[in-house]
């Protein structure tokens, strides 16, 4: 493993109890971060605190990041409790059904928005006034490589990974001229706990367009993340960086 140096930082991974996030998190502690986690599953966040303190400081805040009012208590906790926060990684999210469009109800495809895509606008908005007093900040939403591509019935996930995307690069050029980057990741489908929410058939199918004919492991994922949190991610904001296995034609 590249050591990444994040001594000092304070990072909060959304969705940090499992899966991406919890990877995510690993790799901060390892290089040297704080990390706030939050989660929406209490029972969760606190054995995942539990495994994750072996390694560095952890704390955690049970929030919906539906809910505007929770995200941004959640960050003014974060700050009263570890002085600032340097670096956010968007990961929380939902896959919802695997159903062709005219098929798809609307109350599924707005939770999908709901969760993917206004929650990741409410933290990305929450961070922005304390990483503005710092002049300095790193905020990474997990996209998809679904939302540059389109996967078929996945038309909820796409829009949102898609419309996650645009989110990106609108305000990465707003805060260009700051100390803040803000950058997307577009993986390819990893092995989580979110294939759950999937057919066999649409991952067989996902499986299929991946010339390297495997799944992205989370911690390749992390990995990368890990570098677009640093400070070495200096010059390049509003962008896309893939990480699909050959998969992405641009």
């Not at 950058?183 to 979110?194: F, I, R, Y």
């Not at 492991?217 to 400070?231: D, F, K, L, N, R």
């Amino acid at each position: 493993m590249n050591q990444i140096d994040l001594k000092g930082r304070v990072a909060v991974v959304t969705g940090g109890a499992r899966g991406i996030g919890y990877a995510v998190a690993t790799r901060m502690l390892q290089s040297g971060a704080s990390v706030v986690l939050w989660d929406v599953t209490a029972d969760r966040l606190k054995t995942s605190q539990a495994e994750l303190s072996k390694l560095g400081k952890v704390d955690t805040h049970v929030v919906d990041i539906t809910d505007e009012p929770q995200v941004l208590a959640a960050a003014d906790a974060a700050v009263k409790a570890l002085g600032k926060i340097d670096i956010l990684v968007n990961s929380a999210g939902i896959t919802g059904p695997n159903v062709k469009t005219w098929e798809y109800s609307s109350k599924d495809f707005r939770q999908v928005q709901d969760i993917n895509l206004i929650g990741t606008f409410h933290c990305c908005k929450a961070v922005v006034a304390p990483m503005m007093k710092a002049d300095y900040g790193r905020i990474i939403n997990i996209a998809s490589i679904a939302g540059k591509d389109g996967n078929p019935n996945a038309p909820a996930y796409s829009a949102s990974k898609a419309a996650v995307i645009g989110l990106t690069k609108s305000l990465g050029k707003e805060l260009a001229q700051t100390g803040i980057r803000v950058n997307a990741l577009t993986p390819a489908a990893a092995k989580t706990e979110m294939f759950s929410q999937m057919t066999e058939a649409h991952i067989n199918f996902m499986l299929s367009k991946i010339p390297m004919n495997r799944f992205v492991t989370v911690e390749e994922i992390a990995g990368m993340i890990a570098w677009m949190a640093s400070e070495e991610c200096s010059f390049t904001t509003g962008a896309v960086f893939d990480i699909s296995g050959g998969r992405a034609v641009y």
